[in-house]
């Protein structure tokens, strides 16, 4: 019997159409102190069975911290937590077998072989070999990493590793997947490699839960996400909605030299909806960023550079903190 069916008999969530949705995960009032550090300030959330949920947020924002209480390997000081409906500090193993937790730093066991890697990780699942070896071969095709059954890890790449890990975290088949940082540190190819397998993994059923501080990454791969900062809550909802809220449908950024920028926003007084001046560029923000810049030009002001772009996440983090997301 597969460890998923040995876990989950009783607790499988299934959405019925005519009852209110099943959460997978609720935290009320969820915090965690260090000391005078509150890493996680009274957090509330609910995630429906499937749905892939983010945490976007700049560092130190309580993103690992809210992940750790989740996979039950850090006490919350206060506040509730259920996964599957229990709580992971009263029933760690069961919560755990239905958890897959991909950590922010790799923790691969160097010394091993790639395959060995999954066996021995299913093994402290108690997990039959016979169960293991067939599971294994399917992950490492999953993460494409067949070719490379054999290698030792420290010869991996860091976006092999990161598959490696992921691929590891699946052995269990669980129903929930805790991503910290999936693609941090990886060049482009390797992301969209990694993403492409999140996406297989969402269309199974599997509830993602995912830390990042790359919008782009909250955009492709999140359903709804929450944006925190210093451990609360800024705003919740689905990408489009917060882009919706928060910003406008498009940026006109423009670069006027570093001496000019910080100078220059008087002058553009009345253009568009607001004004974000940073070091390296002025943001307007307007509906049409064409129309906008139309107006600058008007002013007889010359940038030395103009884009117009749609409004991303992080327009939105700017606008609700007044900082960038990746310092
Ligand atoms: N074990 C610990 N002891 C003391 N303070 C900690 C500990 N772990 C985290 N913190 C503090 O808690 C806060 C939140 O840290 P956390 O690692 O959760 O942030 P994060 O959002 O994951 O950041 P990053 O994007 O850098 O990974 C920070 O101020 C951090 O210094
Ligand atoms: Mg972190």
């Not at 000081?77 to 937790?101: F, K, W, Y």
């Not at 991503?179 to 999140?198: K, M, V």
């Not at 030299?257 to 070091?279: D, K, M, V």
Request: proline share 4%.
């Amino acid at each position: 019997m597969r460890v998923s069916e040995l876990a989950s008999k009783e607790s499988r969530v299934t959405n019925h159409s005519d009852a209110t949705p099943q959460y997978v995960i609720t935290a009320e009032n969820l915090t965690k102190r260090y000391g005078d550090v509150t890493a996680v300030d009274s957090i509330s959330f609910r995630v429906p069975a499937g749905e892939a949920f983010g945490l976007l947020g700049p560092n130190g924002a309580g993103k690992s911290t809210t992940m750790k209480m989740i996979g039950g390997v850090s006490q919350r000081t206060s506040g509730s937590l259920h996964i599957m409906g229990l709580d992971p500090e009263q029933h760690g193993p069961e919560v755990r077998a239905h958890l897959g937790v991909v950590p922010q730093q790799d923790n691969l066991d160097e010394e091993l072989k790639v395959r060995d890697n999954l066996l021995v990780y299913g093994r402290y699942f108690g997990l039959p070999m016979s169960y293991l070896k067939p599971k294994a071969d399917e992950l490492l095709e999953f993460a494409q990493l067949t070719d490379k059954a054999k290698s030792k890890v420290d010869a991996l790449s860091g976006g092999m590793k990161r598959r490696l890990t992921i691929a590891r975290s699946l052995i269990n088949e669980p129903r929930i997947l805790l991503l910290d940082e999936p693609t941090t540190g990886l060049d482009p190819q390797a992301r969209h490699i990694l993403w492409d397998r999140l996406f297989r993994l969402k269309e199974q059923g599997v509830t993602l839960i995912l830390t990042t501080h790359y919008m782009d990454e909250a955009e492709q791969l999140c359903d709804r996400l929450i944006v925190v900062d210093k451990g609360k809550i800024m705003a919740e909802g689905s990408p489009a909605s917060l882009i919706r809220e928060y910003s406008t449908r498009e940026v006109l950024e423009l670069r006027f030299g570093s001496e000019r920028n910080a100078s220059i926003g008087a002058e553009l007084e009345g253009i568009g909806e607001r004004l974000e001046t940073l070091p390296d560029r002025v943001l307007i923000y307007a509906h049409d960023g064409e129309a906008a810049l139309e107006q600058v030009t008007a002013r007889g002001l010359r940038p030395v550079t103009s884009l117009v772009r749609r409004s991303s996440l992080e327009d939105v983090f700017l606008r609700l903190t007044g900082r960038s997301l990746v310092d």
